[in-house]
């Protein structure tokens, strides 16, 4: 899979797709109607755009909602998949942070250090 757009003059299939734009943490992103969050991330050169408690980054894993390593929010909802919801024309997406500031997971003090083996995504209760 290649994720960038095809300009519409070298379309081989005459698509007239219509434009949208988004803003991913106050800067532009282009796309077009129909695309997903994800897809418009991907196609603006944002591979990853969230990290995880280790300070990993971490974009699209699955594309089909099942994981949760896609969540941003979306005009001031949190967690939303980015890989499941479709993106329209003035949407406003902030990226979202599982890191520790200056503390790696594990370390005595934190929430992590209960939960080190748990797998980076909502925990019970929490997110969806």
Known sequence: ????LV????????RRDRPLRITVDGEP????EGQTVAGVLLV???PAWREGPSGAGRGVFCGIGVCFDCLVTVNGDRDVRACR?????GDVVHTQSRARSGLRPGTPGTQAASRAEAPDGPQAGEGE
């Open 1 to 4: 899979m290649n994720p960038r």
């Open 29 to 32: 992103a282009d796309g077009v």
């Open 44 to 46: 603006s050169g944002r």
């Open 85 to 89: 919801r479709r993106a329209v024309d």
């Open 7 to 14: 300009p519409v003059e070298s379309d081989s299939t005459n």
